[in-house]
């Protein structure tokens, strides 16, 4: 299939040849019939795009700051290698999509399959989008006017946040798609309407609606046209739809308003805010988040848990039904609007010059009769009789800036690379030479040349996989975590003794070069050692979906893993109880400030501080070893300093945590056919360590592990 993307390093707009994505639980496939260009915003992207760094930088200056830190704790390459892959992960286009259901997903009883659709689906000719960003179309409404759906909900709520009532005076300040909808919008409430742009046309179409529209270009005062048209009150309310960076704009709108106005920005502009323009008239102002309550939260959105009507009348889905509705009804009337109908082949037309377009509303029309398919080749390659070949399950940044680059490295054969979407490992596959970009990881699984997976994904899909992975005959590498409850590792276990093949995990740290270094330093005799191991690991806010227990597992399962990992090589023994405490008088399980105390069989004890509330300037990872008078302290992978040591006490190294070394390793092992690259007692080990944990946070005691 097609989709529209935006390459935000070279500044191109591009037609991609994809799979079509998967049908996911609480989704719906949709064919695509229309989709409309929201020309505000998606100029936005498209000039971003095209922007030079030092241009990209200026209008970022937050991400400036970022990079800089970064900079200052990993250093200039690993930091400008994550930029760039930053710039290489492709930008979806467009968000009003109108189509029929073809695909149902587990969980969804509301839709079935040819069903006329509205969602925020991208410029794509399938789209696989959660069933609560999903709205049946009435039969009298065209697909055309449906694609004005999400465009109108977005307007919609600015107006609910405004709450505005019949007889006020509503200012809508630009009079572009949004604008001109809302004002609409506003007339149907039975308010007084007046709109504000620079654009001649756009202006005659709103008096055309009668809306009260003025070019202020054409020597209006805005402001003293709402003093007279208002007879000295001013407006009940301001609703900003405009893109412009100016400050001018917020001043202008306070300055119209009554005295306890309202002003709502749906749009982008400067927001340099004087207190003085507010403070007289004691002037309310709120940012409109995009369709409505349940944007951006994953519960709503992506599990499909909605909110109930009774408390939260209008969610983002109920405001889609809503324009549609006005729009069956006639009160709201988009045909007027809408510039040009444009072949999805020709999106040049709009996109070629997008700066310069004096369009309203594009219609992007879809009429393709090709069969969907779910794997594209990228570049023909003969894999016959070779071994180690791989099939790369998950196409996220970590795929892209760690596993990649890494294989590449050591020209690893790489057959396949799936993503559910079937884009971002279409755009990998082609950076990086590999043959196939599939949307469906069953056809790696179904492959007799792969004799490899490596599964990436998100962590609560990694048992599930790896157990279909191992019963289709394959060796496995996963990233951590191996599984997230021990119902899963028990079947990981059952099923590991039953095949013939070699199951490795990411537990990379074991595997760099200063670790090595460390491990001989201290012989190969069972002396019992102490270890205090510090991750530095930096805030991640509370939604982000590692720290869904369900998704993510935690930090502590997810990524503290590593720890108890590299404890276990240095040690050369088993954990056999875990204690851990958290920060706080009464933590979650889902914590990230915790300390973890680790008993060994050979009597070594190990101290795991997994902090995430540290200063950035500080060391992201520290290891301190104490054995026989003699101390090891490794900073941040580059800096080894020994006490009691003969020779040299300190040791440097360029960052390294091992990602390479263990890719070579795990090559030539599958390669060989040998055995796997750690031993897999001790995965197991260090995946039941970590579950302790979490249970010894709970129960408030020490906790064995069998």
């Known amino acids: 299939m097609k989709q529209i993307i935006q390459d935000l390093k070279n500044g191109e707009t591009i037609l991609e040849e994809i799979p079509v994505p998967m049908t996911k639980s609480g989704c719906v496939l949709i064919k695509t019939t229309r989709s409309l260009v929201s020309l505000g915003t998606e100029k936005m992207m498209v000039e971003f795009g095209k922007a030079n760094f030092i241009q990209k930088a200026r209008q970022q200056p937050d991400k400036v700051k970022m990079v800089l830190d970064k900079v200052k704790t990993d250093g200039f390459k690993p ?54 960003l999903v709205a049946k179309i009435p039969d009298n409404v065209t697909d055309e006017e449906a694609t004005f759906t999400v465009i109108g909900a977005i307007g919609l709520q600015g107006i609910r946040l405004l709450n505005p009532t019949f007889g006020e005076t509503i200012v809508v300040v630009g009079l572009g798609l949004i604008g001109l909808v809302t004002a609409e919008l506003l007339l149907a409430n039975g308010c007084n309407v007046v709109g504000f742009d620079y654009d001649a046309e756009k202006v005659k179409i709103a008096n055309e609606k009668g809306i009260v529209a003025i070019n202020p270009g054409e020597g209006t005062d805005q402001v003293k ?28 709108s306070a300055n119209m308003c009554r005295k306890r106005g309202r002003i709502i ?7 340099d805010i004087s207190r003085a323009d507010f403070y007289e008239k004691e002037i309310s102002f709120q940012v409109s988040c995009s369709y409505g309550p349940g944007r951006y939260d994953d519960n709503y959105e ?18 889609f039904e809503a324009i549609l509705n006005a729009i069956s009804r006639g009160t709201l009337k988009v045909k007027p609007l809408i510039t040009e109908r444009i072949a999805l082949n020709d999106y040049q037309k709009i996109y070629g010059d997008m700066k310069n377009s004096r369009s309203i509303a594009s219609i992007l029309e879809y009429n393709s009769t090709v069969a969907p398919i779910s794997t594209v080749t990228i570049a023909s390659k003969n ?12 196409a996220g940044n970590f795929t892209s800036s760690t596993i990649l680059p890494n294989l590449k490295k050591i020209s690893a054969e790489v057959k396949y690379i799936a993503s559910s979407g079937g884009l971002t490992s279409t755009i990998m596959a082609k950076r990086h030479n590999i043959a196939n970009s599939t949307s469906d990881y069953h056809e790696i699984l179904k492959d007799q040349d792969v004799d490899l997976v490596f599964i990436t994904t998100q962590h609560n899909m990694h048992a599930a996989m790896v157990l279909e992975t191992i019963k289709a005959k394959k060796s496995v590498f996963v990233e951590k975590p191996l599984a997230l409850t021990n119902t899963e590792l028990k079947e990981i276990v059952t099923q590991y003794q039953n095949e013939n093949v070699t199951i490795s995990v990411g537990f990379n740290r074991r595997f760099a070069p200063l670790a090595k270094k460390m491990k001989s330093l201290m012989g190969n005799g069972n002396t019992p050692i102490n270890i205090v191991a510090t991750m530095n690991a930096g805030f991640i806010p509370a939604d982000v979906w590692v720290h869904d227990m369900q998704v993510g597992g935690g930090r502590i399962i997810g990524e503290a893993c590593h720890f108890i990992d590299l404890c276990t090589y240095f040690t050369g023994s088993k954990v056999i109880s875990v204690c851990m405490n958290a920060l706080g008088v009464n933590p979650q399980e889902n914590t990230d400030n915790a300390s973890i105390l680790l008993k060994y069989e050979n009597g070594s004890n190990a101290v795991i501080n997994y902090f995430s509330n540290g200063s950035k300037a500080y060391s992201k990872e520290r290891v301190e070893i104490y054995s026989q008078e003699r101390t090891m302290v490794l900073d941040n992978w580059r800096k080894l300093k020994t006490y009691g040591f003969k020779g040299s006490s300190k040791v440097t190294s360029k960052q390294d945590k091992g990602h390479f070394n263990q890719f070579i390793e795990l090559i030539q092992q599958q390669q060989k056919g040998g055995e796997a690259i750690i031993p897999f007692f001790e995965i197991v080990n260090t995946t039941k360590a970590s579950f302790a944990a979490i249970a010894s946070l709970k129960q408030g005691k020490w906790i064995a592990i069998d």
């Not at 009003?96 to 259901?101: I, S």
């Not at 992506?302 to 405001?319: A, H, M």
């Open 302 to 319: 992506k599990k499909g848990n909605d909110y109930p009507i009774g408390y939260v009348r209008w969610t983002e889905k109920r405001n």
């Open 265 to 271: 920005l749906v749009g982008v502009i400067g927001l």
């Open 225 to 252: 046209f709402i003093e007279s048209f208002t007879n000295g009150i001013g407006a009940d309310g301001v609703i900003i739809t405009a893109s412009n960076k100016s400050n001018e704009i917020i001043s202008q």
């Open 79 to 132: 930091t400008m290698d994550a930029v760039f892959n930053k710039l290489n992960q492709p930008l979806p286009l467009g968000y009003c999509n109108v189509g029929e259901v073809v695909g149902v997903g587990n969980g969804v009883t509301e839709f079935a399959i040819g069903d006329r659709v509205v969602s925020n689906g991208n410029h794509a000719e399938y789209v696989n989008i959660p069933k609560n």
């Open 383 to 394: 894999f016959k009789g070779k071994k180690g070949v791989i099939g790369i399950i998950g």
